[in-house]
């Protein structure tokens, strides 16, 4: 949920966003520090994603609602870095031109649900996905993972942080 103008004290809102500019700075220098960098297209496409899940509104008590964050989505699929650059355009679009949050607001915003759900969602699908893969499991776990005696075909996808595995061996499926 956006955090409204006048909610915050000045104080508190100069606070917010000295903590997002920081943030922000950040995020674009592990982006500059980057070998390999992001095309513009992807962070585009993936923010435009965002931003139209974000629009979707539920009600969730009288007179208010909530909508999906897409900070963790964003971070899986970018990384938590380039995802906070997408959030951050994401969050001023919506603040300049339909007034969710505002511009004083804008830095807790940007602290609230960008930076924490970054990187927290990142930290928390990298735990799920190291579990589901069966680097996580127990030994036995991890060795039929793996057999070529025991599993036979089907596939294993395996993308940095989240790993869909759908491997069929003697008798049960992951």
Partial sequence: MHIPDGFLSPGVAATAWVVAAGGVAAALRAERREAAPMPAGILGSVAAFIFAAQMINVPVAAGTSGHIVGATLAAVLLGPWRALLAIAAVLAVQALLFQDG???AYGAN?????????????????????????????RRERSWEHSPRRCRGRSAFRSGSVSRVSIRCSGFSR
């Fill in 110 to 138: 940007l602290a609230d649900m960008g930076l924490s759900g970054c990187f927290v969602g990142y930290a928390i699908a990298r735990v799920v996905g190291r579990f589901v893969s069966g680097r996580g499991g127990s």
């Fill in 102 to 104: 505002g511009i004083l």
